[in-house]
């Protein structure tokens, strides 16, 4: 079963009235902002199906003890179905190294088709694929909890097609947050870097 995300973006106000108990307010569902399915996303920032074995930046802090009342509301309708819960603000997300390797190579092994030229040509990353299980003797078990890593640069060659045991930069994780971080550095521009921050939690 794969996994998804939600939450939202807040800001936080110069000033709290007599009825408030929080400065922050949301801003907007990050549900409109975020589509992918991105494994590598989730797991570069939160941990969270993190096959890529990067160094979380903000893993399991749950919500924010002064997270406004209506997010407080959205998650805790979701009732035990989420897990996960973390935030970031976007001061943190513009002190990220998207250059930095994960610290370890993908669990999942990269897959190429090897063309007439002799160049090859990218086709996807799997957790399991079963040429390659029967030529290393790769279980689906192991395959689907990632529970095996392969000395990076290391490569096979099967029925045309070549796998290789690859090392990711936080970069190759950051495409599927440009909407995401586009509009948390459009407020910052407002509220300030520590202003701004983005508040998950995950379902299956």
């Known amino acids: 079963m794969g996994v998804d995300i939600t939450g939202w973006i807040e800001c936080r106000q110069f000033f709290i009235l007599e009825s408030e108990t929080t400065p922050w307010e949301p801003a907007i569902r990050l549900g409109f902002l975020f589509h992918d399915r991105n494994y590598d996303a989730f797991g570069c920032l939160f941990g969270v199906k993190n ?3 990067f160094r979380p930046v903000a893993e399991g802090r749950g919500l924010p003890t002064d997270v406004s009342p209506e997010v407080r509301a959205a ?24 250059e930095e390797p994960a610290e370890l190579p993908d669990a999942r092994i990269h897959c190429y088709r090897r063309a007439e030229d002799g160049s090859l040509v990218y086709e996807g990353k799997s957790a399991w694929d079963r040429d390659f299980a029967e030529v290393v003797g790769h279980s689906l078990i192991e395959g689907i909890f990632g529970a095996c890593t392969w000395p990076e640069g290391q490569e096979w060659e099967i029925g045309g097609k070549v796998y290789r045991s690859v090392r990711l930069r936080r970069k190759d994780a950051r495409a599927s947050w440009k909407a995401t971080f586009s509009v948390m550095e459009a407020l910052a521009s407002n509220y300030g870097d520590d202003g701004v921050r983005m508040i998950v939690w995950f379902y299956s």
């Open 51 to 53: 096959y890529a074995n």
């Open 75 to 98: 998650y805790e309708r979701w009732g035990d179905e989420i897990f996960g819960a973390s935030w970031i603000t976007w001061a943190e997300i513009k002190a990220i190294d998207w």
